[in-house]
């Protein structure tokens, strides 16, 4: 009944899963501002504390037991990971054995004559080709556990996020959720296919080779065992300031990506307001801060690669002047003199790649981290545990009794109270009243994206807190405000409403919403896409797509928001007739200010303030000379 268009939906709701919390705003008089109001003050100072919080919880860390999540994901797959685990053996022992085959060389092959060189040498060279071959083998299975484990651990996140309420995105951005899905898991996904290859190996070449070793000549082993906690010392003073920065740079980035993608997709109120250089300076910042992190990571792993490397070639050099005087006093042979010196650079260069694979397993902990955070998350909105059926075949009723509602984030400031309603089957029901009266609330808990505090919300006679929420939505077709689409094709769109709807009935949908038209003239038809978020079609347009993906749903109830708000008058008309059609033999709840739909209910219900002022038709209504009659009167002067 007002003449300005009503604002976006409110939006609120604490969100708790494990320690954190999360605070939305309660619905006021006043919306609130959107995301897209890049002309708030302080988003960046908010944002920066965010982050700064999380990189301090996480920094605070000592261990790597995030990692721990992954072992689900290895039991699923533990076939190719027991063969990547046979050839990463073979491969390690190949690479040992080439300095029993070189010490063979170099102290037999030379003896007779050298008669025996050649076979030594054969023997020598079928050593390498077996260690080119198991490493082949070993990179292939490695890699390939990694990346099925990584598909799955993507394919879990990605359904953990969709079963998360809307309550849990008011505090969550959708860049940093994203964040989470891609870059922190590319990070784990380098460790698994890469990183924990040449660290199992050089594990196990560390052992295999300490073990030599002491078999070769226990007395310079011994000195190869002093210079170890040299090299181990940096490791640990270093590598702990290592994963804070890490982390610290992981948040700033996820910052920076979610400021993006704010701006990006509110890229025509930036450029409206023209806010293109404020935005650009704003991302600048954010970016730069993330560089500055990543440099002093980068400056704390440089100084722990370059002690690593002082110490280990220092004892190494020390250790070959012993060996060289044990050569020259007939205590060792020239063969095994070689074999202690391919053991240590293999020890010493399997210490130092552990010094790399441990940065890497920190910088994967500090991801895990964060993608843990999306695994534990439940929505507070869930399935009980033995949830009760709904009738069947649906009768289309709803009622709420005695609901009082406040977002969480705002208690203060109930966006329902003491709310009654009740609709029955094949009923047609109005809800107006100014904005900010509770009406969309009204929406948000029948299909149970919230739960009231006290009183009964009921589809079909079953409270639907003891209900599954999938089946209770099942019953609704919801038309909103914002008629959001996908970027798949207008087909694909539609199908959104119902997954086996044949095209014959997509076209008849569309025809009945006035879409048939224009989806018949866009260059593939039904099978063109439709851009990122429908944006290839105007505001109208993406409303009659949206109402043809709700006439395919034949759900028993229909919720219409504003259904027709974007339309012009004559495709209101026509739109309205689809929708009559639609209606008939449906429960319907309306959201509506203009007229033209309120006068074809059967019941207008007045609220205001998250009550029931005033209910009845439309002339009972005018006949009172409340609110409804001065909200009519007002639409009325202003046409």
Do not use: C
């Not at 025996?116 to 071959?133: C, I």
């Not at 059926?389 to 009768?395: A, G, I, S």
């Not at 639609?582 to 009550?611: F, N, P, S, Y």
Request: no cysteine; proline share 5%.
């Amino acid at each position: 009944m007002e003449t300005r268009r009503k604002p976006r939906r409110e939006r609120g709701g604490v969100y708790t899963h494990g320690p954190y919390e999360a605070r939305g705003a309660a619905m006021t008089a006043t919306p609130p501002p959107s995301r897209a109001d890049l002309d708030r003050p302080s988003p960046g100072a908010v944002l920066a504390e965010s982050m700064t919080e999380a990189a301090e919880r996480r920094g605070r860390r000592r261990d790597v037991r995030p990692l721990g999540r992954l072992l689900p994901f290895l039991v699923r797959h533990k076939g190719s990971a027991l063969i990547a685990g046979f050839w990463l053996a073979v491969s390690t022992m190949a690479s040992l054995g080439l300095t029993i085959t070189a010490r063979g060389a170099i102290d037999n092959g030379f003896a007779q004559g050298g008669a025996d060189l050649d076979v030594w040498f054969l023997v020598l060279g079928a050593n390498a080709v077996g260690l080119g071959l198991a490493t082949a083998l070993r990179y292939f299975y490695v890699t390939k556990t990694g990346e099925r484990m990584i598909a799955t651990l993507r394919q879990a996140l990605f359904g953990r996020i969709l079963r998360l309420d809307p309550a849990f995105f008011t505090h969550m951005r959708t860049g940093e959720v994203l964040s989470r899905l891609t870059t922190d898991i590319q990070m784990v996904d380098s460790l698994l296919t890469t990183s924990v290859s040449y660290a199992l190996r050089n594990v196990l070449t560390l052992i295999g080779a300490t073990i030599l070793l002491l078999i070769v000549s226990p007395k310079l082993t011994g000195m190869v065992m002093l210079i170890t906690p040299l090299l181990l010392g940096p490791l640990f003073l270093f590598g702990r300031k290592v994963r804070a920065l890490t982390v610290e740079s992981q948040d700033r980035f996820a910052g920076a990506v979610g400021f993006a993608g704010e701006s990006v997709d509110a890229i025509e109120t930036v450029q409206a307001f023209g806010r293109e250089a404020s935005a650009r300076a704003r991302f600048d910042r954010a970016v730069e801060s993330a560089f500055a992190a990543s440099l002093r990571r980068m400056n704390a792993r440089a100084w722990m690669t370059a002690l690593v490397i002082v110490v280990m070639f220092g004892g190494v050099s020390l250790v070959l002047w012993l060996g060289a005087r044990d050569v020259v006093a007939g205590v060792m042979t020239p063969g095994a003199l070689l074999q202690f010196v391919l053991l240590s650079v293999f020890a010493a260069g399997a210490v130092g790649a552990l010094g790399e694979s441990w940065g890497d397993v920190q910088k994967a902990a500090g991801a895990m981290d964060r993608i843990d955070e999306l695994m534990k998350a439940e929505p507070s909105i869930a399935t009980p545990p033995h949830p009760s059926p709904l009738p069947d075949p649906p009768r289309g009723e709803v009622s709420m009794s005695g609901v009082s509602f406040a977002y969480p984030g705002r208690p203060d400031l109930p966006a329902l109270e003491g709310f009654d309603l009740t609709v029955r089957p094949g009923e047609t029901v109005a809800l107006v009243g100014p904005s900010g009266a509770g009406k969309s609330t009204v929406f948000r808990l029948l299909l149970r994206f919230y739960d009231p505090q006290t009183g009964t919300v009921r589809v079909d006679g079953v409270d639907v807190r003891e209900a599954d929420p999938g089946a209770v939505r099942e019953r609704f077709a919801w038309v909103s405000q914002e008629a959001p689409l996908f970027s798949e094709s207008a087909i694909e769109n539609i199908r959104f409403g119902r997954e086996d709807v044949r095209l014959e009935e997509a076209r008849d949908a569309a025809e009945r919403a006035q879409a048939l038209t224009f989806l018949d003239a866009l260059p593939e038809g039904f099978d063109t896409p439709l851009g990122e978020r429908g944006r290839s079609l105007s505001g109208g347009q993406r409303q009659r797509l949206a109402i043809a993906r709700a006439l395919v749903r034949n759900a028993p109830i229909l919720l219409l928001d504003e259904a027709t708000s974007a339309l012009d008058a004559e495709n209101e008309r026509l739109v309205q007739a689809a929708l009559d059609q639609a209606m008939e033999g449906r429960t319907t709840l309306v959201i509506a200010h203009r007229l033209a739909t309120v006068l074809r209910a059967d019941r207008i219900v007045v609220m205001d303030g998250g009550k029931v002022v005033e209910e009845g038709t439309h002339a009972e209504l005018m006949a009172q000379r409340g609110l409804y009659a001065r909200l009519a009167d007002l639409q009325f002067r202003t046409r």
